[in-house]
């Protein structure tokens, strides 16, 4: 199998300060990779329930000021478009 790539410069900078070619330096990479076991996923945080959730949303809200019906109409939204 033979597959032609474009090999950025940064790529063949590597491999020259490891005194390899940049095909050796890729190929190396691959079989370490292949070889290697994936990292280990990070623990999962534990999923807030329903009451948590709510909570969290509600806090502060005393101090959101009341607004009048008038702001949530279509018109208020798009005042500034015709």
């Known amino acids: 199998m033979q597959i032609t790539v474009d090999i950025p410069d940064e790529l063949v900078a590597q491999a020259k300060a490891r005194g390899l070619t940049p095909e050796a330096y ?3 990479l691959i079989d370490g990779g292949l070889r290697t076991d994936p990292a280990p ?3 999962a945080k534990p999923k ?3 009451e948590e959730f ?3 949303m ?3 809200s005393d101090k959101i000021p009341q607004l009048p019906d008038e702001a949530f109409t ?3 939204f798009y005042q500034d478009h015709d």
């Open 26 to 28: 890729v190929k190396g």
């Open 41 to 43: 996923l990070p623990p």
């Open 48 to 50: 807030m329930d329903l």
């Open 54 to 56: 709510f909570k969290a």
């Open 58 to 60: 509600s806090a502060y």
């Open 74 to 76: 279509r018109e208020s």
